[in-house]
Nanobody, 115 residues
């Protein structure tokens, strides 16, 4: 059974940093593209960043230059380093993996940027 467990969210001041983690199990992690999404109440879930099995990364325009996605294929974990955070980054952050049959999501971790 595939499980994704996010952690690392919290309250941070504008300009601050957070590092999110997503630990995966039940999936051949090293062969899978992993993604981070975020969602604000009343809005659609938004793709934030993606990293392929070979380490190619893509980012939403709104986070380019501030966020970095990375992966550890030994620890089966994908990370999202978030720097220079602002209020518009406040959201629940989810990680996602697509397998041959379906997609899986974690439970989400809340990030709140506020002074």
């Amino acid at each position: 059974q595939v499980q994704l467990v996010e952690s690392g969210g919290g309250l941070v001041q504008p300009g601050g940093s957070l590092k999110l983690s997503c630990a995966a199990s039940g999936v051949t992690f090293s062969t899978r593209t992993m993604s981070w999404y975020r969602q604000v109440p009343g809005k659609e879930r938004e793709l934030v960043a993606t990293i392929t099995s070979s380490g190619i990364t893509t980012y939403a325009d709104s986070v380019k230059g501030r966020f970095t996605i990375s992966r550890d294929n030994v620890a089966n974990t994908v990370y999202l380093q978030m720097n220079n955070l602002n209020a518009e980054d406040t959201a629940v952050y989810y990680c996602r993996v697509q397998t041959l049959y379906r997609e899986y999501w974690g439970q989400g971790t809340q990030v709140t940027v506020s002074s």
